[in-house]
């Protein structure tokens, strides 16, 4: 069933992510395909049959409805495209949540709950939640319960978007994914602005948002607490701004890991300006195993503030599972270009800089200005650490730390 209303949704006008906009949406309720919001009854068929015919309709902008006031349990979905219209929308202004049961994914794809994939112009907004229920996941974690016979090592994304291109998540409120809240992937032009992520400080591995071989994606105004990365941004992606993020517990926003298993890194062109880090394990980050290849560049970290943030400016260019377990190798991603301006704070360890790079592939192109970091005990001294990074630097405290960079370092 579908009808027609005008519709309203709190999104930037100046996005270029919107090549279409809501105006005059063709509704596709999932209460009138069986969809029952009572928190109890399945209804993963039903967002499913909305689904279908929303992305069979040619009309310029039909809108899978999930209405207020309502908990609607759905099990592990996927949303396929392509679709045959100019774009697609998913309106939730209600409640959606997980099965509390890991058993629920028994013959599925563990990975994951909610997906869509292959959609352009696809459109997620709304003021609703999408709770992943992960306590039951966190609780048969090896990470935190490695004795326990049958630990699982992978959980439930709550939502992955894999080959959405020019798409665009606002406003949805996120809690207790059982893993990483949302991941993108594969996907070129998207946005995600004024999304609240949610779950507890000791959550494993519940990344906030993480990014994988994508390209022109912006992550803006959202506020992000959790037990693992904020934000994460893996291997072939590029052309990416991160502004205006507040990251609460969890490990900073983190660039890597990169190049785990020995392949080819390609990561270039991101800029990460006016983000906040309060009690964070790590502020900026960037993490490459030594037998990675391939590049790392052109990196943008400006206008951030640490509040008692464990390692606030961090390069680990010899990333192991185990600290100082891993043996030194002749191999290693090319880190350069990396800048680091106009950052506050107070750091919770001795060393509040810490740029631990390559003997065999230095890191070059280090530029540091007006960075000033103390001790967030009081009495305390902090330090900086630059092992085998080379730049320039002005205006750093704690410093100097970088061996200044000839003309021929540069020549790389």
């Given amino acids: 069933m579908k009808f027609v209303v005008l519709l309203f949704v709190l999104v930037s006008s100046s996005s270029p ?7 005059e949406a063709t509704y596709f309720n999932v209460t009138d395909y069986g969809a029952i919001g009572d928190g109890r009854t399945e209804s993963s068929k039903a967002f499913l049959k909305a689904w279908d015919a929303a992305c069979k309709d040619t009309v310029k902008s039909p809108t899978v409805y999930v209405p207020p006031k309502s908990i609607f349990l759905v099990n592990p979905v996927n949303f396929n495209g392509p679709c045959n219209g100019p774009g697609i929308n998913l309106l939730i202004l209600g409640t959606i949540v997980a099965p509390n049961a890991p058993s629920a994914w028994d013959g599925k794809d563990a990975s994951q709950w909610l997906a869509v994939t292959n959609t352009k112009g696809l459109s997620v907004v709304g003021f609703g ?20 016979k049958n630990c699982t090592t992978l959980a439930p994304t709550a939502w992955k978007f894999i080959g959405c291109n020019n798409s665009i998540v606002s406003n949805i409120r996120f809690i ?30 519940t990344d906030g948002i993480h990014i994988q071989s994508t390209h022109h994606l912006s992550i ?10 904020c934000i994460s941004i893996g291997d072939h992606s590029s052309h990416l701004s991160i502004s205006n993020i507040q990251c609460t517990l969890g490990h900073g926003i ?28 790590n502020g900026a980050r960037i993490k490459t195993w030594q037998v990675g290849r391939g590049y790392l560049k052109h990196i943008a970290f400006e206008r951030l503030t640490f509040n008692n943030v464990k390692n606030p400016i961090i390069i680990d260019q010899n990333y192991c599972d185990v600290s100082g377990a891993c ?10 270009n990396v800048s680091y301006r106009h950052a506050v704070g107070t750091s919770a ?23 000033q970091l103390t001790s967030a005990i009081t009495g305390k001294q902090v330090t900086a650490n630059c092992s085998n990074a080379y730049g320039r630097e002005h205006d750093i405290v704690p410093g100097p730390c970088l061996p200044h960079e000839t003309h021929q370092d540069t020549m790389i």
């Avoid at 993108?184 to 507890?200: A, K, R, Y």
């Avoid at 062109?269 to 309060?278: E, G």
């Avoid at 509040?352 to 192109?365: D, E, Q, R, T, Y």
């Fill in 349 to 371: 360890t001795h060393i509040a800089i810490n740029l631990n790079c390559s003997k065999s592939v230095p890191c070059h192109g280090i530029s540091m200005e007006s960075v």
């Fill in 327 to 336: 043996p030194e190798l002749k191999t290693g991603v090319q880190i350069s």
């Fill in 176 to 205: 207790n994914s059982a893993q990483t809240h949302i991941s993108v992937q594969g996907c070129n032009g998207f946005l995600i602005q004024n999304v609240t992520i949610e779950s507890p400080g000791n959550s494993p591995n």
């Fill in 220 to 229: 803006n105004d959202s506020k992000i607490t959790n037990g693992d990365d």
């Fill in 17 to 23: 992510y919107l090549a279409w906009a809501f105006d």
């Fill in 129 to 148: 939640v999408i709770d992943g229920q992960g306590k039951a996941w966190w609780d048969q974690s090896c990470k935190y319960h490695p004795k326990l």
């Fill in 254 to 281: 983190s660039i890597g890991s990169l190049g785990r298993s020995g392949n080819l890194v390609q990561v270039e062109n991101i800029n990460v300006t006016n983000c906040i880090f309060n009690d964070t394990t």
